[in-house]
Structure formats: structure tokens, C-alpha cells
């Protein structure tokens, strides 16, 4: 009869069956933390993007009445002819706007010669009106309004030609503070009018001023406004078409939150079964302040959430039982024999584990000492150093490189005027564009302050002007936005070609001779060496 095996061997087992259980549901709850994590940073990515995108578009139409308002502020008189003319051709590709309207300022003794004047123009029956329980009447005697004088596209809102703003409490809320303000300003959702299916919109007022001979003090006098109406589900489904496949498994909401209020001014049917996480960003538009929800639904979860929390699970709960069978084995033969091997296991991987960390380590150090901390372009240590071996390859093929030398032109007025973190983003950015239109083999470095320069091995001096000027029309033409203010941003560039006969210093001093002669010259130009 075998000998009973002593007790410790089984509990040693439980123990090893209890951890392994235990470990694969904590890895399994660890996992699934890590994949939410991940989702939730899916969900703000996404979020961003299709937030971003309606930004984008909202700024494109309210464009459109900016410069509707230099149209009227260049020119004391605008005929209705001209106004048709002009918004007929900025309202094409916009199906946001639903209409474009100069509402000017009248005075009541003024009243009968702006309404003759319109009739004289063809428009009848136009006089100023106002509502009464829903139906329009002619306006009451006031002191000064606001009627709806011009608009387009005439077909669709021929309706509301004659119609006094300041009779709306609504509008004229919004007049009002546009008056004060001297800025564009919105109006809180209103019911569009012009739509069949009453859609909901908003209306857009920036005030036009007379212009008075005299000094800054001198008031200005109101001529009247340019207004915009514009369909807010139409600016959003421009948007998330710009948005792309950002949009699939979400839904959005968008509310006007100003002074505290909750006015709905969209929302979407949710396409899915029950709403399961939301991303929020504020808006400020026309001095109204908007809320955009983004919405994400349990579909969302499912498109994005991956099982690699159960299959984690499952592999450690299998690889425990099979742990479970190999120690009961060992445990009977080679219990002794296990805990040696086991304990040099551990060592050959804390002392691979040591190697790893010192060769990351030993990377990172040389990555650091020829890297520029700031645009993490190569630093000139480097660049010199890549430059002697480009003229002695260039020696033995006989086969010329060329440099380019590169200066931010004004740069010192960007620290002053915003600060150095604003040089410092100015820098980076242009960076990250010479990086981007550089071939692979060549070398781009920071030289110092706002210089850069760059090696191009086997470009003759018109391939090097070329790569200049299509950095320097890349970051011209690029528009910088840093804490809410656009700039633009010019380089002035020289270019130098090296030939066997010709040492480096030689070549990168006629690099930057040239430089400052595009300096003399007004800035913004690639210069070749002579």
C-alpha cells in the first residue's frame, strides 16, 4: 500500500489554485480598467474632432456676415442691386445660411421715404410690419426702427421685407447688446420661419457705424445692422461630414447655456439603445455661450471595447490549472530541483531586466546629447558632425550637397508681443513643416535662436532653392493660432552648394551671407549665394 502523501503537498496546491484564480479575475478587472480607460480617451479623441470640426464650420458662415458688414462699412450707400449682387455670390456652397439681411436704422420722420423708396424698387406692397398674434400688421408709430430692408435670397424670405426687428422682444434683446457691445452678437434659438419643417436656427446681428470725421472720442453714429440666420442642424451636418468616420456610434446634443439657461438648440434622435458615456466642451459664439454633449452609445462600446480582458483571463486560469498538474508532478520527484531552477530563472531575468533598463537608458542619453530639447530637431553638435561625413562621402563620389540656411524673420517681436512661450510655438511649428517636406536623407538642425539649417547630399543649388521655397510658402501660408490670436509667420532662407574645392565653414558663411541679403531685401525670400 502507497504511503500517504503528506497533507502540505495538497494545501500547496489550493494555495497555487486559489492565487492563479485570484490573479486571473484581478488581471481580468485590471484589464478591463486599462480598456475603459482607453475607450474613454476614444471617446474624447473623437469627441474633439467632431467638436472641432462644427467649430470650423460655424467660424466659416459667420464669415460670411463679416464681410457683408466691411461690404456696408466700405460705402455709405449700398443700392439694393448691389446688395443681391454681392450675396448672391457668397451664399453659394452655404446652405447654413438661410439669409443674408441689412436692417438699417430708421427714424420715424424718415419712415414714408424708406417704404416709397422700396415700393419704387418694385417691392409694392412693402411696408413696415409687425406681428399681432401671429399675423402681420402694419408697424405702430416709434421713435426709430429696425426694419428688415434687404435680404437673400429674396424668394425664400420675401416674407419678413419690411418686418421691424425691435418689435420682436427677442431681437431686440440681442440689437440691444450689439448696440452696447459694438460686436457681432447672437439671439437665442428661434424657430426658423423660412423652413418647412420649422428647424431651429439662430440669428447673428453685427452693427455698422457711419463714419465720423474727428477723433477716436468722437461717438460713432449707428447706420443700422447686417444680419445672418442661419440653420443650425445644416451647420451640423456639414460638420460631422467634414468629421467623417468620427461620427459613427455617437449621438450630440447642443444647447445655449448663456446666463445659466438650458435653450435646446439641437439634437439628434439616439440611434442606439441606451446612452453609456459623454463628452462636453463649451462654445462661445456671437457673445452666446453654447454647449455641445456628445453622446456615446452602448454600440459605441461594442465597435471599440475589446475582449482582451476575458481572453487574459481565460489564458491565466488555464495557465493555472496546467501550473496546478506540473507542480503536483514535481512536487513527488524533483521538489528540491524546481526551487533551484526557479531561483536562477529569477536571476537570469532581474539581471535581463538590468540590461534592458541600462541599454534604454543608454539610448535615451544619446538621443538627448544630439537632439534640441525644444523643436527636437539635431542640435548643431550633431549637424556638424553628419555635415564632415556628407563632404567626405561627397569627396569620394564627387557628387555636390547643398545647405540651406534659415531665419525667422520678426521673431523677437512674437517674445514681446506674446511671450517666449509663443516664440517657443512659433519654433515648433515650423519645425514640424521642415520635417514634413524634407526627403529622409536629409538633415535638418536647429542652429541656434530662431536659425535652422538644413543639408541636402546630392541636390545641386536650384534643387536646394526649391526645397527652400516650398518651406518657406509652406509656413507662410500656414495660419498660427496661440491663446486665441492668429498670426502669420515668414522665414527668410539663404541657399549654398558645396563643391570639393570649398571647405564647410566657407559654404555655411556664404549660406548666411545670403540669408542677409534676403534680410535687406524686405524678408520672406530664398536667396542663392553668389
Partial sequence: MAPKRPFFKYLSLFVILCGGVFFSVSSFHFMEAVEYENLQLELQKRGDSCINSFKREIVRNLEVLTGLQGFFSASPTISRDMFFAYTNSVLKGRPSVQALEWIPRVKTEDRLRYEQLAQNEGLTNFVFTERDNGVMIPVKNRQVYFPVYYTAPLQENESVLGFDLSSDSVIKKALQQAISSKKMTGTIPILLIQSREKQKGFMVFIPVYDKVEGDKSTPQILRGFVAGVFDIEKIFQVAMKHAGGN????????????????????????????????????????????????????????????????????????????????????????????????????????????????????????????????????????????????????????????????????????????????????????????????????????????????????????????????????????????????????????????????????????????????????????????
Fill in 247 to 530: 461620427v459613427s456610434g455617437l449621438s450630440f446634443a447642443i444647447f445655449d447655456r448663456t446666463n445659466n439657461q438650458r435653450k435646446s438648440l439641437y439634437q439628434d434622435v439616439f440611434r442606439y439603445d441606451r446612452v453609456w458615456a459623454t463628452h462636453k466642451q463649451t462654445i462661445l459664439i456671437a457673445q452666446r455661450k453654447w454647449q455641445m454633449i456628445v453622446y456615446v452609445t452602448s454600440h459605441f462600446k461594442t465597435m471599440h471595447l475589446k475582449s482582451n480582458s476575458l481572453v487574459i483571463m481565460s489564458i491565466s486560469l488555464c495557465f493555472t490549472f496546467i501550473i496546478c498538474l506540473y507542480v503536483k508532478v514535481v512536487l513527488d520527484k524533483h521538489q528540491k530541483n524546481e526551487e533551484i531552477v526557479k531561483l536562477r530563472t529569477q536571476e537570469l531575468q532581474t539581471r535581463e531586466n538590468q540590461y534592458q533598463q541600462l541599454e534604454k537608458m543608454a539610448k535615451k542619453m544619446e538621443e538627448l546629447a544630439r537632439t534640441d530639447p525644444l523643436t527636437k530637431l539635431f542640435n548643431r553638435r550633431y549637424f556638424l558632425e553628419k555635415l564632415e561625413e556628407e563632404k567626405n562621402r561627397s569627396g569620394r563620389s564627387s557628387k555636390p550637397f547643398s545647405i540651406v540656411l534659415i531665419d525667422v524673420d520678426h521673431f523677437k517681436s512674437f517674445n514681446d508681443s506674446y511671450g517666449h512661450s509663443c516664440g517657443d510655438f512659433v519654433l515648433q511649428s515650423i519645425a514640424n513643416i521642415m520635417k514634413e517636406t524634407i526627403r529622409k536623407q536629409d538633415i535638418v538642425a536647429r542652429w541656434g535662436g530662431e536659425e535652422f539649417i538644413i543639408m541636402l547630399p546630392e541636390t545641386s543649388i536650384t534643387g536646394c532653392k526649391t526645397v527652400a521655397e516650398k518651406i518657406k510658402n509652406k509656413v507662410a501660408s500656414q495660419v498660427y493660432t496661440y491663446q486665441n490670436k492668429e498670426m502669420s509667420v515668414t522665414i527668410t532662407a539663404g541657399v549654398a552648394m558645396h563643391n570639393s574645392d570649398s571647405d564647410i565653414d566657407e559654404c555655411i558663411k556664404k549660406a548666411d551671407d545670403a540669408l542677409y541679403k534676403g534680410k535687406k531685401h524686405g524678408r520672406n525670400e530664398v536667396v542663392i549665394a553668389d
